[in-house]
């Protein structure tokens, strides 16, 4: 009905047996701030690689900037 079959069961007790009632709402909770952190830092590390190539872009048509500012300063001096 649910996609719940016997092994899901059987993890759920063994979950049950090792940890108890009582500890898994607390084990829930650290597993969903721990899964946070995770997507947070996958994150992070696409954010950084995504400034670096904004970065490098920058600096690639600066230095194009400057190689026709020069060129052109070059042709107006003769």
């Known amino acids: 009905m649910f996609g719940i079959s016997f092994e ?3 993890i759920v007790g063994v979950v049950l ?3 108890g009632p ?3 709402p607390e084990l829930g909770h650290t597993m969903g701030k721990a ?3 995770f997507k947070d830092s996958l994150s992070g590390v ?3 690689s995504y400034k670096r190539i904004q970065e490098n872009e920058k600096t690639a048509s600066a230095s194009t900037e400057t ?3 020069e060129t052109a300063d070059t042709h107006s001096k003769t």
């Open 17 to 19: 047996l090792l940890f």
């Open 46 to 48: 696409e954010e950084a």
């Open 22 to 24: 009582r500890r898994l």
């Open 8 to 10: 899901h069961l059987l």
């Open 35 to 37: 899964i946070k952190n």
């Open 67 to 69: 190689k026709t500012g």
